[in-house]
T-cell receptor
Framework: SQTIHQWPATLVQPVGSPLSLECTVEGTSNPNLYWYRQAAGRGLQLLFY??????ISSEVPQNLSASRPQDRQFILSSKKLLLSDSGFYLC??????????FGEGSWLTVV | AQTVTQSQPEMSVQEAETVTLSCTYDTSESNYYLFWYKQPPSRQMILVIR??????QNATENRFSVNFQKAAKSFSLKISDSQLGDTAMYFC????????????????FGKGTLLTVNP
């Protein structure tokens, strides 16, 4: 069966510090991968998606970037965090079929 | 662009009763998928039910069922025999196929409805 893991689960970072959130999918190959952000009291916003290694599409201009160095690994990064980057980040995947499944999420608080 | 609207920010229901959550969407696509996801206090996003737009029959999953009205662009979720564990934020989501140098699909979410099941 397929599983998705993301870490760290919780992160408190000072403004201006770097960020790295990692997501790994198991039990599948060549999945579509996604990063979503959920700000307090709001719905989910798609940040990045990837259809293959090294292929990244950005949905909104922002202080973040994404990379896919391996088939089942998706990384969300920032060189210098802003206060507005705080939120709940969810990694997600889709393989065959038409359903997107989500990881456990990572809480980021920028102080 | 697609939009998804959930007009009920909060709802409550008594345990064992039935509740219906509303969702409308706007699209010019004819082929798409609709979903309800549940987000409990743990914050993990859990798939509740899925509906393919080309199917006329409403999807059901145990106590969860949908009323899909394609012409009206409406997709409501009915929860029967509500349980305390159903307390969560419920998100309606729309997905169309996006072909951009490779097969891909993207989800657009509504803002959610917070459902509280009272004992």
């Amino acid at each position: 069966s397929q599983t998705i893991h993301q870490w760290p689960a919780t992160l408190v970072q000072p403004v201006g510090s770097p960020l790295s959130l990692e997501c790994t999918v198991e039990g599948t190959s060549n999945p579509n991968l996604y990063w979503y952000r959920q700000a307090a009291g709001r719905g989910l916003q798609l940040l990045f998606y990837s259809v293959g290694i090294g292929q990244i599409s950005s949905e909104v201009p922002q202080n973040l970037s994404a990379s896919r160095p391996q088939d089942r690994q998706f990384i969300l990064s920032s060189k210098k965090l802003l206060l507005s980057d705080s939120g709940f980040y969810l990694c997600a995947w889709k393989w065959f079929g038409n359903t997107i499944y989500f990881g456990e999420g990572s809480w980021l608080t920028v102080v | 662009a697609q939009t998804v609207t959930q007009s009920q920010p909060e709802m409550s229901v008594q345990e064992a009763e039935t509740v219906t959550l509303s969702c409308t969407y706007d699209t010019s696509e004819s082929n798409y998928y609709l979903f309800w996801y549940k987000q409990p206090p743990s914050r993990q996003m859990i798939l509740v039910i899925r509906q393919e737009a080309y199917k006329q029959q409403n999807a059901t999953e145990n106590r969860f069922s949908v009323n899909f009205q394609k012409a009206a662009k409406s997709f409501s979720l009915k929860i029967s025999d509500s349980q305390l564990g159903d307390t969560a934020m419920y998100f309606c989501a729309f997905m169309k196929h996006v072909a951009s140098g490779g097969s891909n699909y993207k989800l657009t979410f509504g803002k959610g409805t917070l459902l509280t099941v009272n004992p």
